[in-house]
């Protein structure tokens, strides 16, 4: 892949104390869900990873573990880099599950039922137009930069974009995404490319175009369709 063939990157903030209890992180701002030493060099390690790549611009969610892993990759980029941050990259709200442990709090029934809010937080369809709205912007911000742009969120930020957008055709990736705390993905009209601390397992889609249903999370401005409205070609961009 290209430098010039990358949209943007996204990469999810470095590890938590609640990472490594594998508790829900949420929307929580509590000690478990604040960045650990570790979180902090693997911050360090993403803007050394990208110094190289001409970041610009850093949009980052708001809480705590995102804000802290943007000045820390920021720093270690060096130059002028501006943050923007962005509540609407919040990560779907798990709501009582918050803080409490993976294993015993299973998130399959709303998975599969999108339509059922986790008791406390939101449904996974909510969570889902969310992201379709923010990453639409996000999308054309990046088609206006001379230089490139970081998004820095959660796993399942980054699951939305595979499942949604990228990888409708290939497995389903989990609440936690295709990469560890720490991992960065390069984004380009082919598809999500893992290019640090890929998770075991997580597949990728390149060199495919996107069908009306995929096109439909992301629809640009320019967009082309072919006849049956199978294909979407967008110059430039995705859809």
């Given at each position: 892949?290209?430098?010039?063939?990358?949209?943007?990157?996204?990469?999810?903030?470095?590890?938590?104390?609640?990472?490594?209890?594998?508790?829900?992180?949420?929307?929580?701002?509590?000690?478990?869900?604040?960045?650990?030493?570790?979180?902090?060099?693997?911050?360090?390690?993403?803007?050394?990873?990208?110094?190289?790549?001409?970041?610009?611009?850093?949009?980052?969610?708001?809480?705590?573990?995102?804000?802290?892993?943007?000045?820390?990759?920021?720093?270690?980029?060096?130059?002028?880099?501006?943050?923007?941050?962005?509540?609407?990259?919040?990560?779907w709200d798990v709501g009582d599950f918050t803080?409490?442990?993976?294993?015993?709090?299973?998130?399959?029934?709303?998975?599969?039922?999108?339509?059922?809010?986790?008791?406390?937080?939101?449904?996974?369809?909510?969570?889902?137009?969310?992201?379709?709205?923010?990453?639409?912007?996000?999308?054309?911000?990046?088609?206006?930069?001379?230089?490139?742009?970081?998004?820095?969120?959660?796993g399942s930020n980054i699951s939305f974009l595979?499942?949604?957008?990228?990888?409708?055709?290939?497995?389903?990736?989990?609440?936690?995404?295709?990469?560890?705390?720490?991992?960065?993905?390069?984004?380009?009209?082919?598809?999500?490319?893992?290019?640090?601390?890929?998770?075991?397992?997580?597949?990728?889609?390149?060199?495919?175009?996107?069908?009306?249903?995929?096109?439909?999370?992301?629809?640009?401005?320019?967009?082309?369709?072919?006849?049956?409205?199978?294909?979407?070609?967008?110059?430039?961009?995705?859809?």
């Amino acid at each position: 892949m290209k430098i010039k063939d990358i949209l943007f990157f996204i990469g999810r903030h470095g590890e938590t104390a609640g990472n490594k209890k594998n508790i829900y992180r949420g929307w929580s701002n509590s000690s478990d869900a604040q960045l650990n030493e570790e979180g902090r060099d693997d911050s360090r390690k993403m803007g050394e990873f990208l110094e190289s790549y001409g970041i610009k611009l850093i949009l980052a969610d708001s809480l705590d573990r995102v804000q802290e892993t943007a000045e820390e990759v920021a720093a270690a980029l060096g130059g002028d880099v501006e943050i923007e941050y962005l509540r609407e990259l919040h990560p779907w709200d798990v709501g009582d599950f918050t803080l409490q442990p993976q294993e015993d709090n299973p998130v399959n029934e709303y998975l599969e039922n999108r339509g059922k809010a986790i008791p406390g937080g939101e449904t996974l369809a909510k969570f889902d137009k969310r992201q379709a709205e923010i990453f639409k912007k996000i999308v054309l911000v990046a088609q206006k930069m001379s230089g490139k742009v970081l998004v820095l969120a959660h796993g399942s930020n980054i699951s939305f974009l595979h499942n949604h957008v990228f990888g409708t055709d290939e497995p389903r990736v989990t609440y936690e995404g295709l990469v560890d705390p720490g991992g960065i993905i390069a984004v380009s009209p082919d598809g999500m490319t893992p290019l640090l601390k890929s998770r075991a397992g997580a597949g990728n889609r390149n060199g495919k175009r996107y069908d009306a249903k995929t096109a439909g999370y992301m629809e640009l401005a320019g967009a082309e369709k072919d006849g049956d409205c199978k294909i979407v070609q967008v110059a430039g961009g995705v859809s």
